[in-house]
């Protein structure tokens, strides 16, 4: 098994940053490629960005390009998410998961999620 939690949503208001973290633990040794997906409410959840073991190859969904960015640190089995320039329509509800390496990963493990609220 693998568990992926998820830290550091908040509110914030439209133009600030927040940066999430993904702690990795468990089977560690089956999660290779990482992903950030988010829902708002009453809407399907959505792609953000993936980004390979490496951290070589990186995803964006184009809502967050330029806006957003991922990394890892594998030594300390955690994923991240810099959000800069936030916007209302960023508000939702983010999850990390795993494994996922492109926009169309349909990942096998997932965290509990965490709020991102951005007012205007």
């Known amino acids: 098994q693998v568990q992926l939690v998820e830290s550091g949503g908040g509110l914030v208001q439209a133009g600030g940053s927040l940066r999430l973290s993904c702690v990795v633990s468990?089977?560690?040794?089956?999660?290779?490629?990482m992903g950030w997906f988010r829902q708002a409410p009453g809407k399907e959840r959505d792609f953000v960005t993936a980004?390979?073991?490496?951290?070589?190859?990186?995803y964006y969904s184009n809502s967050v390009k330029g806006r957003f960015t991922i990394s890892r640190d594998n030594a300390k089995g955690t994923a991240y998410l810099q959000m800069n320039s936030l916007k209302p329509e960023d508000t939702a509800v983010y999850y990390c998961?795993?494994?996922?390496?492109?926009?169309?990963?349909?990942?096998?493990?997932w965290g509990q999620g965490t709020q991102v609220t951005v007012s205007s």
């Open positions: 468990g089977r560690t040794s089956s999660v290779y490629a």
């Open positions: 980004i390979s073991w490496s951290g070589g190859v990186i």
């Open positions: 998961a795993a494994p996922c390496s492109s926009q169309r990963c349909s990942p096998t493990y």
